[in-house]
């Protein structure tokens, strides 16, 4: 169970997360610069956190995306979905020994 704990001795935290997500975001949603994008695929190389939080931001959308094809998501539905991905996300089937 101390598995996340772990992975996190070893890598070094994110910096500065808070703008990490912020540029993240801006390259999911394809309104980075040329800048962000740089530092955006820099910076997913070494840090794991954001390496993480990227590709699940992804699944959601592409979860959204498959699920209604409409832009727009209610905000429930949206919230459930991120809840649903970020489960399977972070604790991916356990079970094999
Ligand atoms: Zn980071």
């Known amino acids: 169970m101390a598995r996340r704990e772990k992975l996190k001795n070893v890598k070094k935290p994110c910096p500065d997360h808070e703008k990490c997500i912020h540029v993240i975001n801006l390259v999911i949603d394809g309104e980075a610069n040329k800048d962000e994008e740089a530092f955006f695929y820099a910076h997913?190389?070494?840090?794991?956190d954001c390496a993480q939080y990227y590709k699940l931001e992804?699944?959601?959308r592409a979860a959204i995306r498959k699920k209604l094809e409409v832009k727009e998501a209610p905000e429930e539905l949206i919230v459930?979905?991120?809840?649903r991905v970020k489960d399977s996300f972070l604790n991916?089937?356990?079970?094999?020994s």
């Open 44 to 48: 997913v190389r070494d840090c794991l």
């Open 92 to 96: 991916p089937s356990d079970d094999v």
């Open 58 to 60: 992804q699944s959601i």
């Open 80 to 83: 459930e979905l991120k809840k």
